[in-house]
Antibody
């Protein structure tokens, strides 16, 4: 059974860098046709895709966040990470990690973590 | 960037009602569209992909249709477990975007 678990600080100061880790169990970051992504949801609002890393290490970013975002993978620990720099209150959100590539389609997201709330505040 | 617009924003309905949610894309996305259901405090759940293919385990009262720029999600007979927020999502290599969501609540 595939499981994803987000971890990281729940509170980040404005202008600092938000860092989150997603630990994967029940699947491998290197699984063929797999993609691993981050999606966020501000309180009371909709979903926003942030970034994705492929099984081969290719990276894809939301153009609106690309200048501040970095996604990376650690196959030895079966984890992938998100870094978002220069955060503001607008980055306060529930951050989900997810397994994309359902049915071998990049954008289909069948598996999600439970989400971790990150608040940006001084 | 291709924008996704859902309507209505909120939909009030009763158990047994037929419910239809519309999603429009600002450009042609063929059938590169998925639908998700989300309940408060939970992660979204995949319902439909490729505009009309039902994900395994999803009840057959859910159906999707459309191609190009206009899509619909239909619940043929609303059940108590279906009161939730629904999102459409377009995917085209290699980018994702979601609609703003449609909340289905009790009439």
């Amino acid at each position: 059974q595939l499981q994803l678990q987000e971890s990281g600080p729940g509170l980040v100061k404005p202008s600092e860098t938000l860092s989150l880790i997603c630990t994967v169990s029940g699947d491998s970051l290197s699984s063929p046709s797999s993609y691993w992504g981050w999606i966020r949801q501000p309180p009371g609002k909709g979903l926003e895709w942030i970034a994705t890393i492929s099984h081969s290490g290719g990276t894809y970013y939301n153009p609106s966040l690309e200048s501040r975002v970095s996604i990376s993978g650690d196959t030895s620990n079966n984890q992938f990470s998100l870094r978002l720099s220069s955060v503001t209150a607008a980055d306060t959100a529930l951050y989900f990690c997810a397994r994309q590539g359902g049915h071998k389609i990049f954008g289909v997201v069948p598996y999600w973590g439970q989400g971790t709330l990150v608040t940006v505040s001084s | 960037d291709i924008q996704m617009t859902q309507s209505p924003f909120t939909l009030s309905a009763s158990v047994g009602d037929r419910v239809t949610i519309t999603c429009r894309a600002s450009q042609n996305i063929n059938t590169w569209l998925a639908w998700y259901q989300q309940k408060p405090g939970k992660a979204p759940k995949l319902l439909i992909y490729k505009a009309s293919t039902l994900e395994s385990g999803v009840p057959s009262r859910f159906s999707g249709s459309g191609s190009g720029t206009e899509f619909t999600l239909t619940i043929s007979s609303l059940q108590p477990d279906d009161f939730a927020t629904y999102y459409c999502q377009r995917y085209n290599p290699f980018s994702l975007a979601f609609g703003q969501g449609t909340k289905v609540d009790f009439k």
